[in-house]
T-cell receptor, first 111, second 110 residues
Framework: NAGVTQTPKFRILKIGQSMTLQCAQD?????MYWYRQDPGMGLKLIYY???????DKGEVPNGYNVSRSTTEDFPLRLELAAPSQTSVYFC??????????FGDGTRLSIL | GQNIDQPTEMTATEGAIVQINCTYQ??????LFWYQQHAGEAPTFLSY????GLEEKGRFSSFLSRSKGYSYLLLKELQMKDSASYLC???????????FGTGTKLQVIP
């Protein structure tokens, strides 16, 4: 019973590098989300998707891109990593009018 | 836009009752979630309110007043393991857009 799987769990990047955070869910949920959480803070919505081929910006989308080619996968792309993007990234999924299921998070440091 | 406010920190004694408040301003309100998050872990779902009133689940209860833009989470018979952050999240809009408050860090002391 995997639920929401995020990879990698930890990553250190250099300024200017790019990377993709992977998120996969096996619950056939239509809705998927990416959040970032800075130390001692709440979750900030980066992007979300209501189904394959449909994505929309959240509160803090700058510096990130997403795609949703399948129901299961919702990768988050950082093109030019900046120190301000050091954070913990959570992916979540849900069905309509249901609570979100979260992955274990990716801890990203940019130096 | 949306604005969600919660107290930053609270302290309560083991065995006691604590109420964590959440106020919100949003357009197209559909419902309100409460999540628990232990340090270094992912949030886990506690409750979901759509209509006004109280929802009870064991030691945890959540209340909603849509006209006042107000919710609270009530934790009874506090245990040390309840020390965590409690996140209020508003579900709004035509799509399933969920926006979180900054969270309330609860410390339970003996």
């Amino acid at each position: 019973n995997a639920g929401v799987t995020q990879t990698p769990k930890f990553r250190i990047l250099k300024i200017g590098q790019s990377m993709t955070l992977q998120c996969a869910q096996d619950m056939n949920h239509n809705y998927m989300y990416w959040y970032r959480q800075d130390p001692g803070m709440g979750l900030k919505l980066i992007y979300y998707s209501v189904g394959a081929g449909i994505t929309d910006k959240g509160e803090v989308p700058n510096g990130y891109n997403v795609s949703r080619s399948t129901t299961e996968d919702f990768p988050l792309r950082l093109e030019l990593a900046a120190p301000s993007q050091t954070s913990v990234y959570f992916c979540a999924s849900s069905q309509v009018n249901q609570p979100q299921h979260f992955g274990d998070g990716t801890r990203l440091s940019i130096l | 836009g949306q604005n969600i406010d919660q107290p930053t920190e609270m302290t309560a004694t083991e065995g006691a009752i604590v109420q964590i408040n959440c106020t919100y301003q949003t357009s197209g309100f559909n419902g309100l979630f409460w999540y628990q998050q232990h340090a270094g872990e992912a949030p886990t779902f506690l409750s979901y309110n759509v209509l006004d009133g109280l929802e009870e689940k064991g030691r945890f209860s959540s209340f909603l007043s849509r006209s006042k833009g107000y919710s609270y989470l009530l934790l009874k018979e506090l245990q040390m393991k309840d020390s965590a952050s409690y996140l209020c999240a508003v579900y709004s809009g035509g799509y399933q857009k969920v926006t979180f408050g900054t969270g309330t860090k609860l410390q339970v002391i003996p």
